[in-house]
T-cell receptor, first 113, second 115 residues
Framework: KQEVTQIPAALSVPEGENLVLNCSFT??????LQWFRQDPGKGLTSLLL?????REQTSGRLNASLDKSSGRSTLYIAASQPGDSATYLC????????????FGAGTTVTVRA | SQTIHQWPATLVQPVGSPLSLECTVE??????LYWYRQAAGRGLQLLFY??????ISSEVPQNLSASRPQDRQFILSSKKLLLSDSGFYLC??????????????FGSGTQLSVL
């Protein structure tokens, strides 16, 4: 069974500092990995998707890397802003017709102005 | 473009009462549909998924059931709610194109409190 772990559970940084969020998974036979953002009481919004054959994806200030062999992914957020305050979840999928994702518990980020 | 609607946003129900949460997707056909539950401080737990009308797969034994009466409609139900059913329920969809670039899209969620 795939286990996804995110450390730390919470993170508080001053505005302008770079954020580094970690995700690890136990089964390296993944199809893809997604990073999501969740605001309090809201649904999840997909930020980045990395295919199993890729090593990283970038979107604006966000960069996600994937090391499938070691079962790790890292989400970097450059020059953090108060608007980046949210919970960030990673999820991995296996190759199948049902496309089920295994989620981590998330890292709650607070960016202090 | 595709949109997903989930309602209600919040719900407070007494123990033993029935439950019906509804989710609909617009702008696509034949989506895969999912119900997740999120407990405080924990990851999302997959409850049910459906690959087509009338096709429901349950991930964990529980007090809940799901139905898909129409292609783009997914309903989560219970005949008698338990305290342990409290949580944040999320509906999601994806369209399986056969490639590794498929994303999962979520509704806005329903916060259920069973008292």
């Amino acid at each position: 069974k795939q286990e996804v772990t995110q450390i730390p559970a919470a993170l508080s940084v001053p505005e302008g500092e770079n954020l580094v969020l970690n995700c690890s998974f136990t089964d390296s036979a993944i199809y893809n990995l997604q990073w999501f953002r969740q605001d309090p009481g809201k649904g999840l919004t997909s930020l980045l998707l990395i295919q199993s054959s890729q090593r990283e994806q970038t979107s604006g200030r966000l960069n996600a890397s994937l090391d499938k062999s070691s079962g790790r992914s890292t989400l970097y957020i450059a020059a953090s802003q108060p608007g980046d305050s949210a919970t960030y979840l990673c999820a991995v999928s296996r190759r199948s017709n049902d496309y089920k994702l295994s989620f981590g518990a998330g890292t709650t980020v607070t960016v202090r102005a | 473009s595709q949109t997903i609607h989930q309602w209600p946003a919040t719900l407070v129900q007494p123990v033993g009462s029935p439950l019906s949460l509804e989710c609909t997707v617009e702008g696509t056909s034949n989506p895969n549909l999912y119900w997740y539950r999120q407990a405080a401080g924990r990851g999302l737990q997959l409850l049910f998924y459906s690959v087509g009308i009338g096709q429901i797969s349950s991930e964990v034994p529980q007090n809940l059931s799901a139905s898909r009466p129409q292609d783009r409609q997914f309903i989560l139900s219970s005949k008698k709610l338990l305290l342990s059913d409290s949580g944040f329920y999320l509906c999601a969809w994806t369209f399986l194109s056969g490639g590794p670039n498929e994303k999962l899209f979520f509704g806005s969620g329903t916060q259920l409190s069973v008292l």
